[in-house]
């Protein structure tokens, strides 16, 4: 009896998740103007390409972090003061810790004393985190937390009242519109204590086409990530979408330091979608995704206006991107 159901509440979750995507997709397209949400870029194809493209030699973020994570990772433990007293180190959004585990490694070796809580929307995802890194790095005091960002941080905070060290890697404030960054901040804010601290990444602004390139490759990655949403919609959602139709668009603002990324009809089209019909006009924009770039005074105003004192800049070799460390006040 427990099995069935536990796989009625699987398949519960499953069919509510399906019925979201589908009215957030239809939502999207019936705004105007349309937009599509990047957070549903990520199936199985989708997947296989976003790891292509942070292979790709014109995308640079992934290595820019990397490098102070492997190259700088007695400087981040000074930073966040790991050896002061002990501590939970919370990962949101903790993937496959490819980044962090170097860090997690160091406090390990230094005999720190602090417990690893990484919080990721997949559960999967956390039940593979932990059965790796219990081999890789014997010792580490690992509790996974499966839910989303503020609510699991909330039962970090009910598990332990030990100081918190958040780490937010990848540049994915960078996801959100510049607003919306601020008021994830805020919000952040409000889950932590006096003394707590932040780990941000920033991707900075710099020479534009080294920005441009890394969303617009030449061999068209991007793009095929970009229109694989179309092909999950036709999977999935029983649409009928041409992606021969529609091209990728890319463009950068160095002023606002705004890098997004659009879907372009090619031509005057119907699509359907389920039971619904969209129709599209040639050369209509449907906007997909910004990819935020800040200057180091617009990364400390964003900690000073929401509750945070910044401590440091943590640069890679080439100045393109920081890991910024925010005290909480």
Not at 268 to 295: C, P, T, W
């Amino acid at each position: 009896m427990d099995e069935n159901i536990n796989m009625e509440t699987v398949s519960c979750a499953d069919c509510e998740a399906h019925q979201k995507f589908e009215d957030e997709i239809i939502t999207g397209l019936k705004t105007n103007p349309k937009h599509l949400l990047s957070k549903y870029f990520y199936d199985q194809k989708g997947d296989v390409l976003f790891q292509q493209i942070m292979n790709m030699p014109e995308y640079y973020l992934t290595d820019c972090e990397m490098e102070i994570f492997t190259q700088k990772t007695g400087e981040l433990a000074g930073a966040i003061k790991a050896f002061d007293a002990p501590f939970d180190l919370v990962e949101l959004g903790a993937g496959d810790a490819t980044k962090s585990s170097h860090l997690l490694q160091y406090l390990v070796n230094q005999n720190a004393d602090f417990t690893y809580m990484p919080i990721d929307i997949s559960g999967n995802i956390i039940a593979v985190l932990r059965e790796r890194l219990s081999g890789e790095i014997p010792g580490l005091d690992l509790v996974g937390l499966n839910g989303e960002y503020f609510e699991m941080l909330d039962k970090a905070n009910s598990i332990s009242s030990r100081r918190k060290v958040i780490l937010f890697l990848g540049g994915n404030i960078g996801n959100m519109e510049v607003e919306e960054a601020h008021d994830f901040c805020s919000e952040l804010r409000k889950k932590l204590n006096p003394g707590d601290i932040l780990l941000i990444g920033f991707d900075l602004k710099k020479d534009p086409d080294i920005i441009l390139s890394a969303y617009n490759d030449e061999k068209g990655i991007t793009a095929a990530f970009n229109l694989n949403l179309l092909e999950r919609i036709n999977n999935e959602l029983d649409g009928n979408f041409n992606r021969n139709a529609f091209k990728h668009y890319q463009t950068y603002d160095p002023l606002s330091g705004a890098c997004r990324s659009y879907l372009i009809s090619l031509e005057d089209q119907q699509v359907r979608i389920g039971n619904e019909l969209i129709n599209f006009k040639e050369n209509e924009a449907v906007y997909m995704e910004i990819s935020q770039k800040y200057a180091l005074d617009e990364a400390d105003g964003m900690a000073l206006k929401n509750g945070f004192k910044p401590i440091n800049h943590i640069p890679d070799s080439k100045g393109w991107f920081i890991d910024a460390i925010w005290k909480v006040v």
